[in-house]
């Protein structure tokens, strides 16, 4: 609609109501009305566009994903109820038993048991590759390989893969390529602009950015979205209006609070860098970082998540993690509040520690979602923090 993110993140909306509304209503409705038996045949026959149940679409659910489609250069979108549902759906809606997935070993650990665990039920097979290791790449695809599913960065290692690249490997093998944007956002990087088929999202976390509401949306190439929309209409894994609505709304600051996030987190991982009492940490715009040139190219800014490792071992990082005074201890990220959490005993616990050793998430690794509150009073609990677990 317009030619700035800033005001297509603001302006997209449902249109007036004749109550002549300045913010989008809530449409809290399970079905809706037809104007007469022919109206409803044409609907449900999909010879015309309508609403007809909150199941299938609804006007603040389709708000939601016309304005993350136009902020992430797609042509289309479906709402989820979670992100792990944007995460299955994307990929089990294009699948069939027999079929091949090649995966990027730095996953979320849900996904990795998406791919290990269910996948499997479904005789669907699946292979990892390392980032940057084409022969891997290229050793990983078999006959039967249908797409390529990765997270840039990933979560928690914070690896980069390079997308131009990636694409490139895709389209010359006729691939459907899936990424995962949590991290970044569409104000970050875009994936789609890079050669994407599918652009995963968890609304969850900075879409959402108060740690208010569960959700998720796939957005991508019109066909491949026509089939994922399909399975999930049949199946039900819907968006609630609500949920659409506040994501919807914080949305119009997605920006500003992406500009915040990342320049607290190069701030404090620069401190870290510094600090005698860490031994490690990573972040995407840090020079320190292996990818940090890839970083420069395809992302705007850093993002807001930090991640590093504390002298002293695993015993050393949980006298460091019950030491913290106000940090938010979950395994949540993306909020305004900055939260903390250890990765190798929640979010990525039930791979096996092999698996978690080969994408870099260390036994004592910590990985922080730095917030919207003042750096110096982040860098202070951190530095308080690293004294006291020293004792």
């Known amino acids: 609609m317009f030619d700035h993110f800033e005001t297509d993140a603001v302006r997209i909306q449902t249109p007036k109501t004749e109550q002549k509304e300045h913010s989008t209503p809530l449409f809290l409705t399970s079905s809706f009305l037809f104007d007469s038996a022919e109206d409803a045949r044409a609907i ?9 149940y909150s199941r299938f679409s609804n006007p603040n659910t389709t ?11 797609t042509e289309d979108g479906v709402p989820f109820a ?14 069939k038993s027999g079929d091949h997935i090649v995966a990027s070993r730095s996953l979320f650990g849900s996904t990795h048991q998406v791919l290990n665990l269910i996948f499997s039920r479904f005789q669907v097979g699946v292979s990892y590759a390392d980032i940057g290791n084409e022969k891997q790449w290229e050793e990983a695809v078999q006959p039967n390989t249908k797409l390529v599913y990765i997270e840039t960065p990933s979560n928690p290692a914070l690896d980069i893969i390079d997308l131009e690249w990636i694409s490139a490997f895709c389209k010359k093998r006729n691939l ?14 875009r994936p789609a602009e890079w050669g994407a088929d599918l652009v995963v999202h968890s609304g969850t976390k900075f879409l959402d950015g108060q740690g208010r509401v569960i959700a998720g949306a796939v957005l991508g190439r019109a066909d491949l979205i026509k089939e994922i929309r399909f399975i999930a209409r049949a199946t039900g894994p819907s968006l609630s209006p609500m949920n659409a609505w506040v994501i919807s709304k914080s949305l119009e600051t997605l920006s500003i609070r992406m500009e915040k996030h990342s320049e607290n987190a190069l701030k404090l991982a620069e401190f870290l860098e510094k600090h005698t009492e860490i031994e490690l940490v990573k972040y995407p715009f840090l020079p320190s970082h292996p990818q940090y040139a890839l970083a420069k190219k395809q992302m705007r800014l850093g993002g807001g998540i ?8 695993v015993e050393r990082g949980r006298k460091f993690l019950d030491a913290l ?4 201890l979950t395994a949540n990220l993306g909020d305004a509040r900055t939260t903390i959490t250890h990765p190798a005993s929640t979010t990525h616990a039930k791979m096996q520690e092999e698996e978690r050793l080969a994408v870099g998430i260390l036994p004592g690794l910590i990985r922080v979602s730095v917030g919207l509150e003042h750096i110096d009073d982040i860098i202070a609990e951190v530095d308080q923090a690293l004294a006291q677990s020293k004792k």
Request: charged share 20%.
């Open 44 to 52: 449900f026959a999909e010879e015309k566009q309508g609403n007809m």
């Open 63 to 73: 708000e939601l994903i016309q304005k993350l489609a136009k902020l992430e250069k």
């Open 82 to 95: 979670s992100g792990m549902a944007a995460v299955f759906n994307s990929m089990f809606a294009l699948l």
């Open 176 to 189: 459907i390529l899936i990424v995962d944007n949590c991290f970044c956002t569409p104000y970050l990087q």
């Open 306 to 313: 930090v991640t590093f490792v504390v002298k002293g071992g």
């Open 325 to 328: 005074k106000w940090f938010s």
